[in-house]
């Protein structure tokens, strides 16, 4: 069974926080949020209550959203013991989703394929680049007019994660990945609060 998200907090990017790209700052706060949830295993989901208010960005501020109250005050402690975190970002209290919340929305990841596939077994390695060349193409297509941040993955390797904002009708109850975010298979109807 999926989970219901009846909590959040927010993390704002500190305006004076360094003097780097938005789309950095954002990530690594992001990067901060994931860190902490991991380390405290708590299921959390995420959205940006300011997405393209003011330009092609995400806006400074990501929504974390938990089941319950004792939850989502998990993950906000974790990220109190990020090292460098208070240096980036501030953070809410955790507040209740009200009970009247009309409107849900999901955000969903979109990456670029970064190589050919280690499980390739049966497509020559030839065809296989070729085939990920075009869809590649194809993505970064998709993608155009979507903003994005730039995040670290467990290995260091750094990446432009693109992001997706739909309207959901009804719950769609899927499970977010390991970022908080939505797949095109497994929808996370957030609460718009």
Known sequence: MATAYMAYFNVSVNPDAQDMPQAV????????????????????????????????????????????????????????????????????????????????????????????????????LEHARELQAHARVRRMAEQRGLPFVWMRSSTGNQFKLVVERVAVDGDASGRPNGYGLSRSTQIVGLPVV
Not at 78 to 84: D, E, F
Not at 104 to 110: I, N, V
């Open 25 to 124: 700052l954002l990530g690594a706060a992001w990067l901060h949020v994931h860190k902490a949830a991991v380390g405290v295993a708590t299921p959390f989901a995420v959205a940006f209550p300011d997405w393209m208010s003011k330009g092609f960005t995400m806006g400074n501020r990501i929504r974390v959203f938990a089941e319950d109250k004792p939850s989502a005050e998990k993950i906000l402690d974790a990220i109190g013991r990020v090292p460098g975190h208070h240096d980036l970002a501030d953070e809410t209290i955790v507040y209740g989703v009200p009970g009247d919340v009309v409107w849900r929305e999901a955000f969903l990841m979109r990456r670029l394929p970064s190589g050919v596939s280690k499980n390739r077994k049966t497509v020559a």
